[in-house]
């Protein structure tokens, strides 16, 4: 079992960023992948990125490659979204999840476990 938390959302404007965290804990040192997606009103929860816990490799959807960055605290458990030159298109509620299989980790499938959210507006 693990259990995420996600904190940092808030309103910002078109060309701002915003860093959101992730907080795991229970049964982390089981994680192979930590990912993040988001949900837009009317759109289904899409990939946004993941960390692949043993290497340390990143990868990011195309939509967000060049802004956005995933890194991670070991010491407090914790997983980062950095948003860079946010675009209104960018407003969701964006989730951490955690899987425990050696996944690819670009699919909703892949995960275990899921934070509740935190939700991001960008005005233009």
């Known amino acids: 079992q693990v259990e995420l938390v996600e904190s940092g959302g808030g309103l910002v404007q078109a060309g701002g960023s915003l860093r959101l965290s992730c907080a795991a804990s229970?049964?982390?040192?089981?994680?192979?992948?930590m990912g993040w997606f988001r949900q837009a009103p009317g759109k289904e929860r899409e990939f946004v990125g993941r960390?692949?816990?043993?290497?340390?490799?990143?990868d990011y959807a195309d939509h967000v490659k060049g802004r956005f960055t995933i890194s991670r605290d070991n010491a407090k458990n914790t997983v980062y979204l950095q948003m860079n030159d946010l675009k209104p298109e960018d407003a969701a509620v964006y989730y951490c999840?955690?899987?425990?299989?050696?996944?690819?980790?670009?699919?909703?499938?892949?995960?275990?476990?899921w934070g509740q959210g935190t939700q991001v507006i960008v005005s233009s």
């Open positions: 229970g049964r982390t040192f089981s994680t192979y992948i």
């Open positions: 960390l692949i816990i043993g290497s340390g490799r990143t």
């Open positions: 999840a955690a899987s425990f299989r050696l996944v690819p980790g670009a699919s909703r499938r892949d995960y275990d476990y």
